[in-house]
T-cell receptor, first 114, second 113 residues
Framework: AQSVTQLGSHVSVSEGALVLLRCNYS??????LFWYVQYPNQGLQLLLK??????LVKGINGFEAEFKKSETSFHLTKPSAHMSDAAEYFC????????????FGKGTLLTVNP | DADVTQTPRNRITKTGKRIMLECSQT?????MYWYRQDPGLGLRLIYY???????NKGEISDGYSVSRQAQAKFSLSLESAIPNQTALYFC????????????FGPGTRLTVL
């Protein structure tokens, strides 16, 4: 079985501050990991994904995430928050194999204060 | 035009009514999914289909049914809607094999009174 835990349902940062959104996963096999973003009144779109290549993954809009097997973590970071980053962020895990199903975390709402 | 479209975008219905949510995609993907989003619960998989003849239940399929009319179309039905099915519903697609990205539609907001 696979699962994802996102620590903090709501994170608030100031514009220009570091963004850190936490994700821990559980998987019986080496996982594939994703971060999706949902802007208000929109569907989800992919920010970045880890597929067992480089452990530091760069995504769109200046976000990146680092896969740490020893910590079973895949935290999302951005050095300097912009107002446009305000959205809900979802971490997801897929344990490979032919049945391609994603398991999503419960989401973290990011608020960016001016 | 959007690659994954959902109709309707908003729907209000009454308890006991049958309702169908439709999803169409122009990405040429074989795999399609229906998710439900509730505040604080994230996205939960209702049904998924890996091709036209393949339909599988997800983690919360009770009270729902689906139909894969063609490669590009995947419909979700609530045979007898109940208030706790009030939620935001998303359709998604992905290519076959590997760990391809899922592409989401804009969602349908369903309210059951």
């Amino acid at each position: 079985a696979q699962s994802v835990t996102q620590l903090g349902s709501h994170v608030s940062v100031s514009e220009g501050a570091l963004v850190l959104l936490r994700c821990n996963y559980s998987s019986s096999v080496p996982p594939y990991l994703f971060w999706y973003v949902q802007y208000p009144n929109q569907g989800l779109q992919l920010l970045l994904k880890y597929t067992s290549a480089a452990t530091l993954v760069k995504g769109i809009n200046g976000f990146e995430a680092e896969f740490k097997k020893s910590e079973t973590s895949f935290h999302l970071t951005k050095p300097s928050a912009h107002m446009s980053d305000a959205a809900e962020y979802f971490c997801a895990v897929h344990s490979g194999g032919s049945n391609y199903k994603l398991t999503f975390g419960k989401g973290t709402l990011l608020t960016v204060n001016p | 035009d959007a690659d994954v479209t959902q109709t309707p975008r908003n729907r209000i219905t009454k308890t006991g009514k049958r309702i169908m949510l439709e999803c169409s995609q122009t990405k040429g993907h074989d795999r399609m999914y229906w998710y439900r989003q509730d505040p604080g619960l994230g996205l939960r998989l209702i049904y998924y289909s890996f091709d036209v003849k393949d339909i599988n239940k997800g983690e919360i399929s009770d009270g729902y049914s689906v139909s894969r009319q063609a490669q590009a179309k995947f419909s979700l039905s609530l045979e007898s809607a109940i208030p706790n099915q009030t939620a935001l519903y998303f359709c998604a697609t992905s290519a076959t094999g590997g760990v391809d990205t899922q592409y989401f539609g804009p969602g349908t907001r369903l309210t059951v009174l």
